[in-house]
């Protein structure tokens, strides 16, 4: 899943991508909630794919540069 993720956004379909983030949260929250305090769960893959979709996000909304004549 996190695979698909990474391509969406390589393939700038972000909307995409933020489709699959959400389920990858979902699969993530069952997960903590199914093997408790097991130290190999955490959240930094859920936090990076956060981080790189909106600063993708970002990049994408910034205004293209105006080329001088």
């Known amino acids: 899943m996190e695979d698909v993720f990474n391509q969406a956004c390589l393939n700038g379909d972000l909307a995409t991508a933020g489709e699959l983030l959400d389920v990858l949260t979902k699969m993530h929250e069952r ?38 004549n």
């Open 31 to 68: 997960r903590k909630i199914a093997f408790g305090r097991d130290r190999r769960i955490n959240d930094d893959t859920i936090l990076r794919a956060r981080a790189e979709l909106e600063r993708r996000q970002r990049v994408r909304d910034l205004p293209l540069p105006v080329r001088a």
